[in-house]
């Protein structure tokens, strides 16, 4: 059913209280942000009307690539999917156009990347929509094995804010009754 739409991926990064344990420590720094982080995966559809994935509470170094390969058997085979840079190599992946070493783009792979950018944008904003919620936009203090169930949980109220989420009849019935 997904396999007739081109998803959009990106992951984000969350940093985290530092582990007490050092093993867990090393695991979770993240040289990027010079912190200990979390990261976490959303997947959406093109038009950004609905939520389709989201993989959260992966150690913040791990690469973009390499989470959405661990993932991505949860989709058929033929999906195809829209990403930045950080999926270059991947088949299924479409990114935009590398600057090779040493050179310059020409005007006309520009203007793709450009075109490319203006479509994969939806899933920037989707992550903005979801990092309006303090928990999720600051360093994450609660206990950190609760870190997943609650980024689900706000990725389901912004599903409901953004009608992707349509309860059935009978839980609105009780809850309006």
């Given at each position: 059913m ?9 992951s984000?990064?969350q940093v ?11 695991k979770?720094?993240s040289?990027k ?9 959303m ?8 939520i389709?994935?989201?993989v ?7 690469s973009?690539?390499?989470?959405f ?8 085979a ?6 930045d840079?950080?999926?270059?190599g991947?088949?299924?992946?479409t990114t ?10 020409t ?7 450009k075109?490319?950018s ?5 899933v ?5 929509s ?13 206990n ?11 990725c389901?109220?912004v599903?409901l804010?953004?009608?992707g ?9 009780i809850?309006?009754?």
């Open positions: 997904l396999t007739e739409y081109e998803l959009i991926v990106d984000y990064e985290r209280e530092r582990p007490r344990d050092n093993d867990e420590q090393k979770y720094f040289g942000k010079s912190n200990h982080t979390f990261k976490t995966q997947i959406i559809l093109p038009d950004a009307s609905d389709v994935d989201v959260a509470g992966e150690p913040g170094p791990k973009d690539i390499t989470l390969r661990e993932y991505r058997s949860e989709f058929d033929k999906q195809r999917f829209k990403g840079k950080a999926y270059l991947e088949d299924l992946i935009p156009i590398k600057k090779p070493r040493n050179q310059e783009l005007t006309e792979q520009k203007e793709q990347n075109i490319f203006s479509k994969r944008i939806f920037e904003h989707r992550i903005r979801v990092k309006i919620f303090r928990v999720v936009q600051e360093r994450f203090r609660l950190t094995r609760k870190y997943k169930q609650v980024i689900l949980t706000i389901g109220l599903r804010r953004i009608r989420l349509i309860l059935p009849l009978e839980i609105s019935a809850s309006s009754g």
